[in-house]
């Protein structure tokens, strides 16, 4: 028997023929490169597309600045509200690996119809001697059904990728286990390689060469993703799905209108818990819960489920808290990137850097902290912690969170210092004033510093904490924060203009930035950002984790 269990893994995954998989020939890094570099290629599709997406509206659409601004958050977090679909169909009926599988080919259908919107005569917005274009409203309608296609792509992919490369690690094999953690952070490494390409190369090539070249290349990409993807089947490790999660959440809400006063009894595999303990009684058994000898399903839950859905309650704070965080974040591909349009764009006379393609600081931000994080603050914070992993998941997240009120308070100083120059020389109709863009630097590598620790810490907190049916959903549920901080910042700009531009004045977002007061929306931002960090610091000290009861196999 102990032989049986060294050859096999103990977490009940399977193998591609589905037989018990075995540990020598399947999952941990050996699975992993296939995986990672799936990520970093569709990575590279969708930084291909969001990085520059504000100025493809802003002037191949000709839309105005608030509305291009609210057209990206908008489909940004549209592409982080499918997720939600992905993971019920992952946990529920077709496993993580199909559900890849399928959303990838919608994925890559949604990039080619994109591709021909800005290549095809006909599909491609005509622009007059001024390069005014004047697309038509078929035009528009085809780009906009190509983008909420790759919108619907994404979400069915994201919530599976990460939770599917973390399947690879036996959570009953210390071993393994010790490495889950590190391939968190390497898959985060892998999806900024991706993001570094993206705002490097192909917002060069679709300012200087052609938006049809700009996103075809992306499109080819993530054929390659999936070529990749399918390429380490035998390989991988499979979890199969747990039925539908939603099934077991309403078992255990569906049974509070029952009248137990007993113990809870028995022993599975998440151990009780006295928080929310009003919920224990979906798990006790009485005369009614019991049909011809049988136990009734909707009248009797296991502690085990009764927990999960615990689990799923005690992560609801936690991932509201990471809203405003998202709200912060998506400055970077909207706001950051028209504030960079005004500054002077040449690193000498002969060549321009496209404004978009500063986020490429955040990516080597990222790629920077990330094998620093992994190799020199954790074991440095593990020999004052005691802690595996140098720091808590949650307090992890809390440096992060921190890091970002700086992010904010920098882009606003550096808008202020630059309106001032705008006052100072009469610079108001002046489209690039004489101020390096390069001055964007700190605010794109203060939030790439903050994503290593708020955004992995996030990721891995939710896998961990997540009831194991349901792991594809939290995942979802963590990146539903980044739709919701996209919704968020929608929000915010609609209300700051409706009540800036009162009496005629031109507020603080107008079209031509040097008459508005941008500054103002990222200190607002910032202040956000400091009443959700205190909030935070309160919910993650009241938080209880999951207890997993040892298996005798």
């Not at 939600?84 to 080619?112: E, H, P």
């Not at 912060?328 to 006379?349: A, C, E, P, R």
């Amino acid at each position: 028997m102990a032989a049986e269990e060294d050859i096999h893994t103990n977490d009940g995954t399977i193998d591609f023929g589905n037989k018990p998989a075995v540990k020598k020939e399947t999952g941990t890094w050996k699975a992993c490169p296939y995986i990672l570099g799936n990520e970093c290629c569709e990575r590279l599709a969708y930084y291909g597309i969001n990085t520059n997406l504000v100025n493809y509206l802003r002037f191949e659409l000709n839309q105005g600045n608030v509305q291009a601004v609210n057209n990206v958050t908008n489909w940004s977090g549209t592409c982080y509200v499918m997720p939600l679909i992905g993971a019920f169909l992952a946990d529920a009926y077709l496993g993580r690996y199909w559900t890849i599988a399928s959303f990838s080919i919608i994925y890559v259908i949604g990039m080619t119809i994109l591709t021909m919107s800005a290549s095809v005569h006909g599909l491609k917005p005509l622009c007059d001697k001024r390069n005014v274009c004047h697309p038509t409203g078929l035009q528009i309608a085809v780009f906009f059904v190509g983008l909420y296609l790759i919108a619907l792509g994404t979400g069915g992919i994201k919530p599976c990728v990460s939770s599917f490369g973390a399947d690879q690690f036996d959570d009953y094999d210390e071993a393994e286990k010790k490495k889950k953690s590190s391939f968190f952070n390497w898959f985060y490494f892998s999806i900024n390689i991706g993001a570094l390409v993206a705002a490097s190369c192909l917002v060069w090539i679709q300012t200087n060469v052609g938006w049809g070249w700009g996103f075809g290349i992306p499109a080819v990409a993530m054929a390659i993703a999936v070529v990749s993807f399918f390429a380490g089947s035998r390989l991988y490790r499979y979890q199969k799905p747990g039925g539908s999660p939603l099934t077991r959440i309403c078992q255990s809400l569906l049974y509070e209108t029952a009248d137990a006063e007993f113990a809870v009894i028995g022993s599975h595999k998440l151990d009780h818990t006295k928080q929310l303990s009003f919920l224990d009684k979906a798990a006790v058994e009485t005369p009614s819960d019991c049909v011809k000898g049988s136990v009734n399903a909707w009248r009797l839950c296991t502690v085990t489920q009764v927990e999960e859905f615990k689990s799923i309650i005690r992560l609801l704070p936690i991932w509201a808290i990471g809203i405003v965080f998202s709200a912060v974040y998506s400055q970077m591909g909207t706001l950051f990137v028209l504030q960079g349009n005004t500054m002077d764009l040449h690193i000498d006379n002969s060549f321009e850097i496209p404004s978009a393609s500063l986020s490429l600081f955040d990516t080597i931000s990222v790629i920077f902290w990330v094998p620093i994080y992994d190799r020199l603050i954790v074991p440095l914070a593990r020999k004052f912690t005691g802690h595996k992993n140098g720091f808590t998941q949650l307090q992890r997240i809390a440096i992060g969170l921190v890091i970002s009120i700086f992010a904010m308070l920098t882009a606003g100083t550096l808008e202020l210092v630059r309106l001032r120059e705008v006052k100072k020389h009469n610079y108001y109709e002046l489209k690039h004033i004489p101020m390096s863009i390069f001055w964007q630097v700190p605010q794109y590598f203060i939030i790439g510093c903050a994503e290593v620790f708020t955004f992995i810490g996030q990721l891995e907190f939710f896998y961990e904490q997540a009831p194991d049916a349901m792991r594809s959903l939290c995942s979802a549920l963590s990146l539903t924060t980044a739709a919701l901080g996209n919704y968020l910042s929608t929000l915010l700009v609609n209300i700051v203009t409706d009540f800036s531009t009162r009496h005629g004045k031109p507020g603080w977002i107008p079209d031509n930035l040097n008459y508005g007061n941008l500054h103002y929306f990222f200190w607002l931002l910032a202040l956000l950002s400091v009443l959700n960090l205190g909030v935070y610091l309160m919910v993650a000290r009241c938080y209880t984790y999951k207890k997993l009861v040892v298996s005798s196999h």
